[in-house]
């Protein structure tokens, strides 16, 4: 079989992540081998994401530039992929006479045979059906990179939410979850090829299994958390309405379960959160906040905020900056409004300028960087259990920066926390072994966005610890 390049570019978020792992793994049988260069390949996918306009604009301004390179190459063939494939289907081939396929968010298996026809036939090929359920007979396949410390794995799809400003359940379809079974497998293969942290992804994992009558999403954990040789578990995204208790007491029970929660509360206003169908109250989120603190005191906690949904007033705005004052949240992304297709809230009144979203959003972010500042200054002196996921780039703030004879590394902390540290470029540790081990790291320093400090001697094995922060003697 001839060997042909295929080049994967990802816009959004870890589910498309996942997704290009998914992709190469079932182009791989018909030849095709990754390439990070576009112009030596024989076939590039652009992996798409629509969630705000911007996303979409630049999957598109993507494309455009590929009609050059497709004139200069005719064989080369162009695939659309991900959320804007399923969104815009046939209407991306009439827009871009050189896209040679559109596949949809549920067309992943179906792509070896359409890129079959298409090599042999040279035909244009539309497919964006959506099915109801996972196809749990289907292998998944597997991990294609070698040498990572981390993996995403996809243990549902889809969404049922439907929250008025979102354009997922339109584009992902309805929520469908995986086998256990299947999950776990995945996993184990992972954990075989050196893989030490996995998160497991889902639009809202809280609701894992609920509709097929598996078992829970806390069950699964427990199953995760049994898997030999895996050191960490990470989840994202949880909706706080589906928050359970028992997923709560997960965090104080399971030691492999990262102190770590992504709690998307959107807004700090019980009318905004009504018209955007969230279902939840923020009393009802602090109080699941609180819930969370009581059992596992250091849980680290972000969210994602949307400024200037329609008809927001001064005064609604203002009790969001007041949440995230009393919740003091670890970290946050903050998003303006931005509408989107089929989804109710682009026809309602009160839509607000770009000014005026973007000083909200400036406030919004101002107010965290404030609340991170001091929350990384509090952690000068506190030991962290890290894992390395490999060596680090540096900034020169850190007097550790690669400058002085170090070599720089860098891991996260139970509390997802990005840690940078040194070791000193003859230490025997430098090696290729540090990646993928845990470390005892004491925090020296903080920039914006991480923190850096000093391994403790002797602390580095493959042991994950309980990963909690101890104050240094
Ligand atoms: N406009 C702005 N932000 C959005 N998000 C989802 N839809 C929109 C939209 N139409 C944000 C939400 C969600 C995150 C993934 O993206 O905050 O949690
Ligand atoms: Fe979109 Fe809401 Fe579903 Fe999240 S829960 S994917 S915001 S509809």
């Given at each position: 079989m001839?060997?042909?390049?295929?080049h994967?570019?990802?816009?959004?978020?870890?589910m498309?992540?996942?997704?290009?792992?998914?992709?190469?793994?079932?182009?791989?049988?018909?030849?095709y081998?990754?390439t990070?260069?576009?112009?030596t390949?024989?076939?590039?996918?652009?992996?798409?994401?629509?969630?705000?306009?911007?996303?979409?604009q630049?999957?598109?301004?993507?494309?455009?530039?590929?009609?050059?390179?497709?004139s200069?190459?005719?064989?080369?063939?162009?695939?659309?992929?991900g959320?804007?494939?399923?969104?815009?289907?046939?209407a991306i081939?009439?827009?871009?006479p050189?896209?040679?396929l559109?596949?949809g968010?549920?067309?992943?298996?179906?792509?070896?045979?359409?890129?079959?026809?298409?090599?042999s036939?040279?035909?244009?090929?539309v497919?964006?059906?959506l099915?109801?359920?996972?196809?749990?007979?289907?292998p998944?396949?597997?991990?294609?990179?070698?040498?990572?410390?981390s993996?995403?794995?996809?243990?549902?799809?889809?969404c049922?939410?439907?929250?008025?400003?979102?354009v997922?359940?339109?584009?992902?379809g309805?929520?469908?979850?995986?086998?256990?079974?299947?999950?776990?497998?995945?996993?184990r293969?992972?954990?075989?090829?050196?893989?030490?942290?996995?998160?497991?992804l889902?639009?809202n994992?809280n609701?894992?299994?609920?509709?097929?009558g598996l078992?829970?999403?806390?069950e699964?954990l427990?199953r995760?958390n049994?898997?030999?040789?895996l050191?960490?578990?990470?989840?994202t995204?949880s909706?706080p309405?589906?928050?359970?208790?028992?997923?709560?007491?997960?965090f104080?029970?399971?030691?492999k379960?990262?102190?770590?929660i992504?709690l998307?509360?959107?807004?700090?206003?019980?009318?905004?959160?009504?018209?955007?169908?969230?279902?939840?109250t923020?009393?009802?989120?602090?109080?699941?906040?609180?819930?969370?603190?009581?059992?596992?005191?250091d849980?680290a906690?972000?969210s994602?905020?949307?400024?200037?949904?329609?008809?927001?007033?001064?005064?609604?705005?203002?009790?969001?900056?007041?949440l995230?004052?009393?919740?003091?949240?670890?970290?946050?992304f903050?998003f303006?409004?931005?509408?989107?297709?089929?989804a109710?809230?682009?026809?309602?009144?009160?839509?607000?300028?770009?000014?005026v979203?973007?000083?909200?959003?400036?406030?919004?972010?101002?107010l965290?960087?404030?609340?991170?500042?001091?929350?990384?200054?509090?952690?000068?002196g506190?030991?962290?259990?890290?894992?390395?996921d490999?060596?680090?780039?540096?900034?020169?703030?850190?007097?550790h920066s690669?400058?002085?004879?170090?070599?720089?590394?860098?891991?996260?902390?139970?509390?997802?926390?990005?840690?940078?540290?040194s070791?000193?470029?003859r230490?025997?540790l430098?090696?290729e072994?540090?990646t993928?081990?845990?470390?005892?790291?004491?925090?020296?320093?903080a920039?914006?966005?991480?923190?850096?400090?000093?391994l403790?001697?002797d602390?580095?094995?493959d042991?994950?610890?309980k990963?909690?922060t101890t104050?240094?003697?």
């Open positions: 001839t060997s042909k390049l295929l994967i570019s990802t816009i959004g978020c870890q498309n992540v996942y997704d290009a792992n998914q992709i190469s793994g079932v182009l791989a049988p018909l030849g081998r990754g990070d260069s576009i112009d390949a024989d076939m590039v996918v652009v992996n798409t994401c629509t969630i705000r306009e911007k996303a979409e630049k999957a598109f301004s993507f494309l455009g530039r590929l009609a050059k390179i497709k200069a190459k005719p064989a080369l063939i162009i695939a659309v992929g959320c804007v494939a399923q969104q815009e289907g046939e081939l009439k827009r871009m050189h896209v040679d559109v596949f968010t549920h067309a992943i298996f179906r792509l070896p045979d359409m890129v079959r026809r298409i090599e036939s040279r035909c244009r090929i497919d964006v059906r099915s109801d359920r996972i196809d749990v007979d289907r998944m396949t597997g991990p294609q990179t070698d040498g990572q410390v993996a995403f794995i996809t243990i549902m799809r889809g049922d939410n439907y929250c008025t400003y979102c997922v359940p339109h584009v992902r309805r929520e469908a979850s995986r086998h256990p079974d299947r999950i776990l497998e995945e996993i293969l992972h954990v075989q090829r050196g893989v030490r942290e996995v998160t497991l889902g639009q994992v609701s894992y299994g609920n509709k097929e078992c829970t999403f806390a699964l427990e995760v049994a898997v030999d040789g050191g960490r578990i990470r989840f995204t909706h309405k589906d928050l359970s208790e028992d997923l709560i007491q997960s104080g029970r399971l030691e379960l990262c102190r770590h992504h998307p509360v959107q807004s700090g206003n019980d009318e905004i959160l009504r018209r955007m169908n969230r279902r939840y923020r009393r009802a989120y602090i109080d699941k906040i609180a819930r969370l603190r009581t059992v596992c005191p849980i906690i972000t994602d905020f949307i400024v200037g949904f329609p008809g927001e007033s001064d005064r609604q705005f203002k009790a969001t900056l007041d995230i004052e009393k919740v003091r949240f670890d970290g946050l903050a303006m409004y931005s509408d989107r297709p089929n109710p809230a682009a026809g309602y009144s009160g839509k607000l300028n770009e000014s979203k973007k000083e909200r959003l400036q406030a919004l972010l101002d965290q960087a404030t609340i991170t500042r001091q929350k990384y200054n509090s952690l000068i506190h030991i962290f259990r890290v894992l390395v490999g060596p680090s780039r540096g900034t020169s703030a850190d007097p690669p400058a002085s004879p170090q070599i720089r590394w860098s891991g996260r902390s139970s509390a997802n926390h990005i840690i940078h540290f070791v000193p470029d230490h025997p430098n090696n072994l540090l993928g081990n845990f470390a005892d790291i004491m925090i020296e320093g920039h914006a966005h991480s923190l850096w400090g000093r403790i001697d602390s580095m094995d042991r994950p610890g990963g909690e104050i240094a003697a």
